[in-house]
């Protein structure tokens, strides 16, 4: 894995790469549950709607409303040129974007994650803005805006020839600034054990 960002600190290096090994976040445990439909891409949670059953995404969102006892509930909209992203609000392109989709949290799902019995405003708003994220977060994952860290040590021999030991590396950052983060702690860490 090549480089994109190189830091060095006296005989360690701290190296920003690409991961081109990573799972879907849709793995980890969201709390949205994503319905989509594509026919070319295998997209979202497995689901057991079927996009024939509906004639709009509407009369789809009322059934999943209806069904799961949804309590909030967003659009996915996909724009595929040269590449696929999604988001919740649309792209303005309409040749290559338009709808696919839903993510939603049921009642149950939001009181268990909140460990709440009764599910108020400010409970809504925090359910929305995790949903968002996750979205945002399964858009890294689709665009491959996911990152990883080497830590390595350098020796030089008596010839001037270089050795490199790697220490430390880890991967899966579904952000460049993540994978710098725990990159730095991870140096820093060398450094103070020196």
């Known amino acids: 894995m090549e480089a994109i960002e190189t830091t060095r600190k006296g005989d360690y290096i701290l190296e920003i790469f690409y991961d081109e090994c990573y799972d879907s976040p849709r793995i980890w445990d969201p709390l949205g549950t994503m319905v989509c439909f594509h026919r070319r891409y295998n ?15 509407t009369e789809l969102k009322e059934a999943i409303i209806e069904c799961e006892n949804a309590k909030v509930i967003l ?6 040129h040269s590449g696929i992203t999604m988001n919740t609000t649309g792209f303005s392109c309409g040749w290559d ?5 839903w993510i939603f949290a049921s009642e149950d799902r939001i009181k268990k994650e909140y460990n709440v019995d ?3 405003d400010d409970i809504l708003e925090k359910v929305t803005n995790m949903l968002k994220g996750e979205v945002k977060t399964y858009d890294q994952y689709l665009t491959g805006d996911v ?3 080497r830590v390595s040590k350098v020796e030089m021999c008596d010839k001037g020839c270089k050795h490199e030991e790697e220490l430390k590396s880890c991967g899966g950052y579904y952000s460049m600034e993540s994978a710098e983060e725990a990159g730095k702690e991870m140096l820093d860490y060398y450094l103070k054990t020196v």
Do not use: A, E, F, R
Not at 43 to 57: E, P, R, V
Not at 75 to 80: E, F, I, N
């Open 43 to 57: 997209l979202g949670d497995k689901h057991d709607y079927n996009k024939d059953d509906y004639s709009t995404w």
């Open 75 to 80: 659009p996915l909209y996909l724009y595929d």
């Open 97 to 101: 974007s338009g709808q696919v989709g």
């Open 118 to 120: 009764v599910i108020t």
């Open 147 to 149: 990152y990883g860290y």
